[in-house]
């Protein structure tokens, strides 16, 4: 299981990233300094780190700068509302190995991840998921279930691919809100019960079952 190290200030973006990437099957230590991220990616415990810039102590620049120089060579995806071009050559030229701008979207978050985690241990990409008779393909975005391909749209392509990597297992609606939505999500809204629904009639209504009370899941 790989081990990403997240280093933000913000506790709401803090605790989004972290669900996010739990519910993504990764390991996560979540620190809000400068010094401590410092300290903590020196220990080599792990294979990413998300790196905010406007950090209390030593700011994101210095601690990319202190870790390269120290042959410190964990991937590091800089996360960040400075969207100046010079702070994203700085950023780049300075080692990291990814920049994403503030505010963002969850899975595109999350593909850079899966993609920085890949190319670091040499491991082929997934192009396929599936569970039973339901597949999806992750370079067409479209589904097969029963026999019948289904284009999906592309909240409905990043719920599908949400319940398909975790078949089985009760999703809140939470855990999907944050996922599929962004941290910006309102936490009332009806949203996830109409794109299930959605799914349901593409897809067949077996495969999603409601877990009353908690959210859904995937049958397997």
Do not use: C
Request: proline share 3%; no cysteine.
């Amino acid at each position: 299981m790989n081990r990403i190290l997240i280093v933000e200030d913000e506790e709401r973006i803090a605790s989004f990233v972290e669900k996010g990437l739990r519910a993504g099957g990764f390991t996560t230590t979540v620190v809000g300094d400068g010094d401590s991220a410092h300290d903590y990616a020196l220990t080599g415990g792990f294979d990413l780190i998300v790196l905010d810039i406007g950090l209390p102590g030593r700011d994101g620049f210095t601690v990319l700068r202190q870790l390269r120089e120290a042959r410190v060579t964990t991937p590091v995806i800089v996360l960040t509302a400075r969207d100046s071009v010079r702070d994203t050559v700085a950023g780049l030229e300075g080692g990291a190995d990814d920049w994403m701008t503030k505010p963002f979207r969850f899975e595109e978050l999350l593909a850079r991840v899966r993609l920085r985690l890949r190319t670091a241990s040499g491991t082929p990409e997934v192009t396929m998921l599936g569970s039973g008779e339901l597949t999806l393909d992750l370079r067409t975005r479209r589904a097969r279930a029963e026999g019948r391909t289904v284009d999906l749209t592309a909240r409905e392509f990043v719920l599908l691919e949400l319940f398909l990597r975790h078949p089985g297992q009760v999703l809140s609606r939470e855990q999907i809100l944050s996922h599929v939505w962004g941290y910006d999500f309102d936490p009332g809204t009806n949203i996830v019960d109409v794109y299930v629904r959605a799914l349901r009639k593409k897809l067949g209504a077996r495969h999603v079952e409601t877990v009353r009370g908690v959210g859904y899941r995937l049958r397997e």
